[in-house]
């Protein structure tokens, strides 16, 4: 058989990183068994698998083999990165076939993304740029995303985003906070069949422990930096978050709905 056959054979082409996709071990143990039998030579082998397990950009080493070691590729986080650098990460991550995950980025960022990956998407109020190129493994069950209020749903679809993205039907439930409980109790049939809810809360943060208080499911409390000076963007509600009263309340960081989409994630799957 021929180099370029080889190459073929593997979904892949001379000098290309080598790629994980949903076969991902299954390629990377066709990839021993040539070698084994004498079809693949070593030498090229070392070829296919030269960037792995990262790529080295110089500025950035992409983690190509995080998806079989954690379940999920790489997700950029894009703040503090120039457009140049996220527009090169995100394309090595798009050239293996992988979904694209890049948080915290401004519209302005996303243009530069586009030009090189027009498939690209952005979304807007999450402030975050995704390309679904595969279908990610399903979930068990519903995510279900609530804010105490408005001003906290930029965070929760930096969540929903994220949950969508990781293989979870997700659902949502905003402006449901402490001020208003009946808006909460008027979502109660629905929120009721979810495997894991995620809150999202600003001001006081009350709103996961009441929600704890209803549901009998892991719940993840997102503090948001919503409110006033003595909020103090968001550790107020962070502090009462981690001295919730009822069981089940985990807590991610201040603003952090990747970091609980992320987690409620590995729960439902």
């Known amino acids: ?34 070698v084994h039998k004498g079809t693949l030579t070593p030498k090229k082998a070392m070829e296919v698998l030269k960037d792995y397990p990262y790529q ?23 703040l503090g990165k120039t457009d140049e650098q996220i527009v090169k990460i995100a394309s090595a991550i798009v050239r293996k076939g ?22 690209a998407v952005y979304h807007a109020p999450g402030k975050i740029i995704f390309q679904k190129n ?6 068990r069950g519903t995510v279900y995303i609530l804010t105490a209020g408005t001003s906290d749903v930029p965070v929760a679809e930096e969540a929903y985003i994220t949950c969508h993205l990781l293989g979870n039907k997700v659902e949502r439930a905003y402006d449901v906070g402490v001020a208003g409980l009946h808006r909460l109790l008027g979502e109660y049939d629905r929120i009721k069949k979810a495997k894991v809810i995620i809150t999202c809360a600003g001001m006081e943060g009350a709103l996961p422990s009441v929600v704890a208080g209803l549901f009998s499911v892991p719940i993840i409390a997102v503090p948001t930096s919503v409110g006033y000076g003595a909020s103090f963007k968001g550790v107020a509600a962070l502090l009462a978050m981690l001295n919730s009263c009822p069981g089940g309340v985990g807590v ?18």
């Open 1 to 34: 058989m021929r180099g370029q056959e080889r190459f073929d054979r593997l979904n892949l082409r001379p000098g290309e990183p080598f790629c994980y996709n949903p076969s991902m071990k299954s390629q990377l143990e066709d990839l021993l068994t040539k």
């Open 56 to 78: 080295d950009l110089g500025f950035a080493k992409v983690d190509h083999h995080r998806e079989i070691r954690k379940g999920y590729p790489e997700v950029v986080f894009g």
């Open 98 to 119: 992988c979904n694209l995950l890049v948080t915290r980025v401004e519209l302005s960022t996303y243009e530069a993304v586009k030009h090189a990956l027009p498939a």
């Open 134 to 139: 595969r279908p990610a493994p399903p979930g």
């Open 252 to 269: 991610v960081n201040i603003d952090n709905g990747f970091g609980a989409a992320y987690l409620a994630s590995l729960i439902n799957h």
